[in-house]
């Protein structure tokens, strides 16, 4: 290996053996830590996208499709109590068209699949409730199919058929839906399965459905649709009013000095109204006519006259100049008359009146004419008279403090939410602050600790090996300091001598003042050289 790898490693060896017990044990644990993170990480990529297979299922169709798997060698994973099979994304495909070719699962063919099992021998009740049955069982597996349906029940209420035309009642339905976790119905999609429902049925009108959902909440009431109960459709019209009028009256007067209350009264019923309107066609000929003529010849004379009864019995005499001739004429005649008949159908939440309520702030009103803002209210809120509707605007003085109390509290709230933000980002810094100085001092103590470490002790031996090559002729300043002879004096006092390390370690430390460069590059060369090849 290169020897600056070598190095590498034998610097890694030396720092490793010089840890303590706690060291190591710190080490080892977040080695252990970072394994076990590479290898989770590893098996979360590794791991297969499950996707569903089939959801909503029996606990038969589930099991059976379960042995169909493990027989397939094919991994998989059941949620919502068994309920949901998922299976790697590769072999969705190839497992459905194999449950599908062995009749799996079973729940799906309740629908028109009912009548494949019908004997010859059924019964007419029997083919109508299995009729209807497989109505009920189509109808609820396409509403699973829409997005955020997790399961649909549908019950039918077909009247019979009877000859008497004015007796038929028509026929309804009950849609029970249950929403997947986290997700509603909107408008639009009550919408499409009430409207779906109704034209599956021959003479089933939208108002005659209803859903419900898992929760209770009515989303649709036969007799109303689903736009919800009459209560609901009143507040919805009257939010909608006073919308209105409130964004016109805040562009006139400006935002805040008008304020708007709109009351709508709504019928609760329902009803069906049948006109009929007869009119006669201009310069139409008749249909048919008849003329009917009659004529009689007298006897004539005055003799032959029979005169007239009286009052009393008595004949009158006629007058002398009648004969006793006359004609009569009679026509008849059939003209084509016009037939309009009407049928309107009245639902529940028809307006019978509504009043509007303006109050307009007085500082702010200035030129305004209050029969022109009125005028405006009574346009924007389509008020119509014949109905009963009303319109009242007053100019009235504002409460201001109220209006400045909420001003000043959302001051305050708005002050203190900067505060608590500015505390927040005050306390974050702190922490990080603290942090990085933590590591920072650490890395410092650890570098002067691997530091001083590394360093290895110089034998006085290799010392003393080093002078000569210091007295060399080539050195600038060379060792020369003599070492002394030891004195033996006859008296008893003995003289210090200092022992030779020491005044080699003086000699070097000299040296080093004298040339500090040169007496590093005899150090390195003689810590190299020690180092085993």
Known sequence: ?????????????????????????????????????????SMWATKPAFTPLFSGLSGSDASTIVEQLRTDGVAYELSDGGGTILVPQEHVYDERLKAAAAGLPSSSTSGYGLLDSMGVTSSEFQQSV???RALEGEIANTVKAMKGVKNASVRLAIPEETVFA????????????????????????????????????????????????????VLSAVGVGATGSADQQ????????????????????????????????????SAQRVEESFTT?????ALNEAVKTESYSGAGGAGGAAGVLGPDNIAVPAAAEGDGTFTSEDTTKNNAVNKVTETRTIPAGEINRQTVSVA???????????ADITSLVASAAGIDAQRGD?????????????????????????????????????????????????????LILYARRSRRQSREAIELDELMEVRPALNAPGMP??????????????????????????????????LAQRDPAKTAELLRGLMDDRQPA
Do not use: C, W
């Open 166 to 217: 004015s007796e038929q009642s028509d026929p309804t339905a009950s849609v029970f839906v249950e929403t997947a976790t986290g997700s509603t119905l909107n408008t639009e999609q009550v919408q499409a399965i009430v409207h779906l429902t109704s034209a599956s049925i021959e003479g089933m009108a939208p108002t005659d459905v209803a859903v419900i959902d898992s929760a209770g909440v």
């Open 234 to 269: 009143a507040g919805a019209y009257e939010d909608r009013v006073r919308g209105a009028v409130q964004a016109m009256l805040d562009k006139v007067v400006g935002p805040g000095n008008a304020t708007v209350v709109v009351a709508a009264d709504m019928s609760y019923q």
């Open 130 to 132: 299995t009729y209807k």
């Open 390 to 442: 009303a319109v009242t605007v007053e100019v009235v003085g504002f409460n201001g403090g109220a209006a400045a109390d909420a001003a000043a509290a959302l001051a305050a709230a708005e002050a203190e939410a900067a505060a608590d933000r500015f505390a927040e980002i005050v306390r974050i810094a702190i922490i990080t602050a603290g942090i990085v100085i933590t590591l920072v001092l650490g």
């Open 281 to 285: 066609p201009e310069d139409a000929p």
């Open 477 to 510: 300043f060379p060792l020369t300091a003599p070492i002394a002879p030891i004195m033996i004096d006859p008296t008893p006092t003995v003289a210090y001598q200092p022992p030779a390390a020491d005044r080699m370690r003086v000699e070097i430390d000299s």
């Open 360 to 370: 307009v702030n007085a500082d702010v009103v200035g030129n305004l004419n209050v």
């Open 1 to 41: 290996m290169p020897r600056p790898i070598t190095s590498a490693f034998e610097r890694l060896g030396r720092g490793i053996s010089s840890f303590s017990v706690a060291q190591r044990t710190v080490a080892i644990i977040g080695v252990a830590v970072l394994a076990l993170g590479i290898a989770a990480l």
